[in-house]
């Protein structure tokens, strides 16, 4: 009682500002914004778990931190598998040119068509895994991959070339969209930003190391070899995903009680979101930390070994209109939702400069005064590596604990924004590494430059692209599997086109001003940022009957 007095207190006291939307007598905050923290309380562990869990022992939000971890663990060796896929082609090419005779412009064809196929992929299959659940798409994806491996190591023409491309990124795709979906189902807010930036880790650590190893087994056994091998790896993730991995999709039962339910209407306030309606915190009789504690109906059977690993998780209703409605529906919310745009924009622009660079510097090497060897092109990889892994470790934890700190000064409320202030000071490496690789190669530095180059924009890519992901995911997650086909749409729409204007555009002013084109043009899209820091909760407020919407269209269970 003392508590709801202060709150009526509270009330009384505080106006609603702007960027709240108010309903009625009751502010709703907008998406995004959660309590973290109770300013008066005395607990130790002073961290609401937010999003809210259920009561079922089943939900993936109440798995027991060893399930989350085995889920995570082989959704990222997932994610390890595709990324070197799609990336550890370029060692192959100069022995792949001298046996098929494939032209520089035939390879950079292929590794655009790889691009937009990266787009489309995501399209097509994430409808399937909101509708039936991740399990069935990491399973079905990654035998698919098996066999694409093995028909790249019998590859013969060009148009064997560009279909294994194709089928290559449109399945891979999943990996762009379906890991972070996943993170989504199992994490929560203050633990997205570390297991977001383990993912982007993941999948660059693979790109630098894969065309290293890549380059090597070219060298040693011959480039098919490459691929024989992505399909024996493949085949043990089959496997692996069969008999371990449990779909993380939650469909509650009927009539389930959630954490929600049997509380009170609370009173208007602008300091705290969990009074727009029901109070979402859960109570355990004699607890004394109780607003902190899951509590778990144990009359609610935990399922069976073999229940866990039923072919897919489905929700019921929508029929074909609804399934469709998810090919579309995130190319309207990319154009509709600012924050959708700006990671869209922001990623899009990075990926498309960061292959920019792979193809050019690829070829640029194996020619005068460095004509490098492919396994002298792999080994100038992990110096990436080593950007990309001081960039991932160290913002992730980092912006975890930026935003439980910046909350509690923020009367406990946590606001997305405050993730953003964590890639800041990474943002200048992104230009200063890409410009140092576009003046090096035009000028014929000498190699280590080149590499000192390469670590640095990777050390400011893999920051940006963990915060600007993670935002989005903790402003919009009853949507976040369409807004990120919407960003995968974009990003690899930029990448598509640069990766096909880069031959000619080369050839008419130079590496080094392509580079600065497109470095002019990620400084403008990056300095967004600020923006959003200053008035992304603005644009959340604008927004949230269209977020609330969506978040209607989607599957009931969701």
């Known amino acids: 009682m003392g508590q709801k007095l202060h709150d009526l207190a509270d009330a009384k006291s505080q106006t609603t500002p702007a960027s709240d939307v108010v309903v009625g007598s009751t502010v709703m905050f907008p998406p995004g914004t959660v309590r973290l923290e109770e300013t008066n309380s005395s607990a130790p562990e002073g961290i609401i778990l937010q999003p809210r869990p259920t009561e079922d022992p089943n939900d993936p939000l109440n798995w027991p931190i060893w399930r989350k971890y085995l889920s995570f663990g082989i959704v990222g060796f997932y994610v390890l598998l595709v990324s070197e896929f799609i990336n550890s082609a370029t060692p192959t090419w100069g022995p792949m040119q001298r046996e098929l005779g494939f032209s520089d412009q035939v390879l950079t064809a292929s590794y655009a068509i790889g691009c937009a196929f990266l787009a489309i992929g995501a399209v097509i299959l994430v ?57 989504a189902d199992m994490f929560f807010v203050h633990q997205r930003g570390t297991f977001n930036s383990i993912y982007i880790w993941l999948w660059q650590v693979t790109v630098s190391p894969g065309p290293f190893i890549a380059g090597y087994i070219t060298v040693g056994q011959g480039w098919r070899w490459v691929w024989w091998w992505n399909a024996v790896f493949f085949d043990a993730f089959f496997v692996l995903a069969c008999f371990c991995y449990e779909d993380t999709k939650y469909c509650s039962g009927p009539g389930l009680p959630t954490l929600s339910q049997g509380t009170e209407e609370r009173p208007k306030s602008s300091a705290d979101p969990s009074m727009a309606g029901p109070t979402t915190v859960s109570t355990e009789e004699g607890s004394p930390q109780d607003i902190y504690v899951v509590r778990i109906n144990h009359d609610i059977p935990v399922k069976t070994y073999r229940q866990r690993l039923t072919t897919t998780t489905t929700s019921s209703g929508g029929g074909i209109k609804s399934f469709l409605r998810h090919m ?60 990309s892994t001081i960039g991932s470790l160290m913002v992730g934890p980092t912006s975890d604990a930026m935003i439980i700190w910046l909350a509690r000064r923020n009367n406990g409320i946590y606001e997305p924004e405050s993730r953003l202030w964590s890639l800041v000071p990474f943002l200048p490496f992104v230009p200063a590494g890409a410009l140092l690789v576009g003046f090096g190669l035009q000028n014929s530095l000498p190699w280590p430059a080149i590499a000192v180059g390469l670590a640095l924009y990777k050390l400011g890519i893999a920051p940006v692209n963990s915060i600007t992901i993670t935002y989005l995911t903790d402003s919009y997650k009853d949507i976040i599997g369409d807004g990120l086909v919407g960003v ?10 640069f990766i096909f204007a880069v031959d000619p555009w080369v050839h008419a002013v130079g590496i080094k001003w392509v580079i600065i084109t497109i470095v002019l043009i990620a400084t403008g899209i990056l300095s967004l940022t600020g923006v959003f820091i200053g008035y992304g909760k603005t644009f959340r407020a604008r927004t949230a009957h269209r977020y609330q919407r969506y978040s209607l269209l989607q599957y009931k269970e969701m």
């Open 488 to 497: 995968t749409v974009l990003r690899n729409t930029f990448s598509t086109a």
């Open 127 to 183: 409808p399937f895994a909101l509708k039936f659940g991740r399990r069935p798409l990491y399973i079905f994806s990654s035998l698919v991959q098996c066999g694409v491996s093995v028909w790249s190591a019998k590859l013969q023409n060009v148009a064997d070339l560009l279909l294994v491309n194709l089928l290559c990124t449109g399945f891979g795709a999943l990996a762009e969209v379906i890991v972070q979906m996943t993170i």
């Open 328 to 387: 579309y529906q995130p190319l309207v919310l990319l154009t509709t939702i600012p924050a959708i745009a700006y990671t869209a924009f922001a990623y899009g622009i990075l990926i498309a400069l960061q292959d920019v660079i792979s193809t050019s510097f690829s070829l640029y090497m194996t020619r005068p005064p460095y004509s490098f060897a492919p396994n002298q092109i792999g080994l100038m990889n992990l110096s990436k590596l080593v950007g």
